[in-house]
């Protein structure tokens, strides 16, 4: 299985933006990237997907390396509500195919 | 909408116990899976259920964890006996559409299981 490699930590300041990056060089024509965040205590939520083409949505932005090595997802002006750790995992485009692999994703601080 | 179900909430047992979690998905999903959290990791698949049929159970330790999911609506996770590492999170998720153009995971709130 194709895997995401995450900086372990981040750091940022409230209603500045955070660029998380996420590697995955081993990634497949069918993969979808998928990002999903874990506040404290809480189940992930999802938050933003996308194949080759940049994604927008209410919650954040997706940015596609043009060779799909790598992506960045983009949260504009973070909040105090953003401290969460955040994963990136490839989903097989597929029927009956893929893991949910989730790595251990990174940690964002949002300091005031 | 209701989110996804999952009882208890938290659990303490003592090594060689057993111990069962309940899932109820939300309405319609046909899909639907089991991770353990181990504390400081991410999520790790233990089993995906496809309506009542099992998708993926590679990661399921077999001789110790079991799951159903009778009728291809709630699930039931159990562990017989328990062992110190299986202190974790246990997370629910189901989602409507099983392909990862279109697929959206929705998460339970977890159940906290303490083996001591």
């Known amino acids: 299985d194709a895997k995401t490699t995450q900086p372990n930590s981040m750091e940022s300041n409230e209603e500045e933006p955070v660029h998380l990056p996420c590697n995955h060089s081993?990634?497949?024509?069918?993969?979808?990237i998928h990002w999903y965040r874990q506040l404290p205590s809480q189940g992930p939520e999802y938050v933003i997907h996308?194949?080759?083409s940049n994604v927008n949505n209410r919650m954040a932005s997706l940015a596609i390396a043009e060779d799909r090595k790598s992506s960045t997802l983009i949260l504009h002006r973070a909040t105090l509500r953003d401290a969460a750790v955040y994963y990136c995992?490839?989903?097989?485009?597929?029927?009956?195919?893929?893991?949910?692999?989730f790595g251990d994703g990174t940690t964002l601080t949002v300091k005031p | 909408e209701a989110g996804v179900a999952q009882s208890p909430r938290y659990k303490i047992i003592e090594k060689r116990q057993s111990v069962a979690f309940w899932c109820n998905p939300i309405?319609?999903?046909?899909?639907l899976y089991w991770y353990q959290q181990i504390l400081g990791q991410g999520p790790k698949l233990l089993i995906q259920?496809?309506?009542?049929?099992?998708?993926?159970d590679s990661q399921l330790p077999k001789d110790r964890f079991s799951a159903e999911r009778l009728k291809g609506v709630d699930s039931t996770l159990k562990i017989q006996p328990a062992k110190l590492e299986d202190s974790a999170v246990y997370l629910c998720?189901?989602?409507?559409?099983?392909?990862?153009?279109?697929?959206?995971?929705?998460f339970g709130p977890g159940t906290r299981l303490l083996v001591l």
């Open positions: 998720a189901s989602s409507s559409l099983f392909r990862g153009d279109q697929e959206t995971q929705y």
């Open positions: 081993t990634i497949s024509g069918t993969d979808y």
């Open positions: 996308g194949l080759t």
């Open positions: 995992i490839l989903r097989d485009v597929r029927t009956n195919a893929g893991k949910s692999t």
């Open positions: 309405s319609g999903h046909a899909t």
């Open positions: 259920f496809q309506n009542n049929g099992v998708v993926d």
